[in-house]
């Protein structure tokens, strides 16, 4: 079992950045995805990025492509998500996840087995 816990709640203006941590903690050493997801309400969750833990490949949705960045620490068990030229569209409640396996396709809500509670982005 995986536990996930966002941070990084935050009130940017239009153009600013913010970065989102995901500590993860528990049987970490399992987790072979671990993604971004942000909702909207009335709205169906949507994949924002992913990587493959053990190989770092990355993966991102076509709206944050060039202005979003995933990373993680390994040493910190945290998983990271730089939003550079942040949009009012970006506004949404965001969300970690991770699974034991390679989640195909990336943004496969279903794939993921591991979910934080979320934290809560604004640009206004």
């Known amino acids: 079992h995986v536990q996930l816990v966002e941070s990084g709640v935050g009130l940017v203006q239009p153009g600013g950045s913010l970065r989102l941590s995901c500590a993860a903690s528990g049987s970490k050493s399992s987790v072979r995805s671990m993604a971004w997801f942000r909702q909207t309400p009335g709205s169906e969750r949507e994949g924002v990025a992913a990587?493959?833990?053990?190989?770092?490949?990355?993966f991102y949705g076509d709206s944050v492509k060039g202005r979003f960045t995933i990373s993680e620490d390994k040493a910190k068990n945290t998983l990271y998500l730089q939003m550079d030229n942040l949009k009012p569209e970006d506004t949404a409640m965001y969300y970690c996840a991770a699974d034991a396996k390679a989640v195909a396709p990336w943004d496969w809500i279903g794939g993921y087995t591991f979910w934080g509670q979320g934290t809560q982005v604004t640009v206004s």
């Open positions: 990587t493959l833990t053990s190989s770092g490949i990355t």
